[in-house]
């Protein structure tokens, strides 16, 4: 599997998440922010605070070690789970 952390996505795109690292605070903490392996992120923006992201539909802003934790695979890519429960998110035509 090609999985990489958040962290290491460029702003604009849109990933799946394949997995979460992290101890059971910080898995308990992602899942309660809905973000469910299965599950397609946009990453919004990338700062030295952290990282901003869209995840059914609300925004999120991770601190860059618990984006870390997330780890992720192209949103178009056959591996990891699949969520149908949540609708790709789609970019925005300026």
Not at 1 to 16: D, S
Not at 18 to 27: F, K, L, M, T
Not at 63 to 86: F, Q, R, T, Y
């Amino acid at each position: 599997m090609t999985q990489k952390p958040l962290t290491e996505y460029p702003e604009g795109a849109v990933v799946r998440i394949a997995d979460i690292n992290g101890g059971q605070r910080a898995r308990a903490r992602m899942l309660a922010m809905g973000m469910t392996p299965g599950c397609p992120v946009e990453v919004l923006s990338d700062g030295p605070s952290g990282r901003r992201v869209r995840v059914r539909g609300s925004e999120v802003v991770l601190c860059c070690g618990l984006a870390g934790k997330i780890m992720a695979v192209d949103n178009d890519s056959d591996e990891g789970p699949h969520c149908n429960c949540c609708p790709a998110p789609t970019r925005k035509v300026s």
